[in-house]
């Protein structure tokens, strides 16, 4: 969460904008779409180590195969935000 908040940020300054009700608004958006990313790639991990696989290649493949759908949700949540 700390790394979001310091990207949002980084991004709301570098692009001019200021700190307005708007803005955390879209920082809490961008806080809850990283906790529910996480928990996603963890819940999947979590099955496939019931399955046995071991941590490590349950972490790379779970993270593998989630970056397509997170990614598509992220841009998704920033289309539908910014119109």
Known sequence: MPLA????L???FMFGGTLNIYS??????LIALAA???????EF???LRD???????????ASDL???PILMTSIATV???SR
Do not use: D, M, P, Y
């Not at 955390?24 to 958006?29: F, N, Q, R």
């Not at 529910?36 to 963890?42: A, D, E, F, R, T």
């Open 36 to 42: 529910k990313n996480g928990i996603l790639i963890v």
């Open 79 to 81: 289309v539908g935000s």
């Open 51 to 61: 399955e046995g696989r071991s941590i490590r290649e349950a972490i790379i493949e």
């Open 24 to 29: 955390e608004i879209g920082l809490i958006i």
């Open 66 to 68: 989630r970056i397509r």
């Open 5 to 8: 908040i310091t990207g949002g």
């Open 10 to 12: 980084f991004g709301l």
């Open 45 to 47: 991990a979590n099955q």
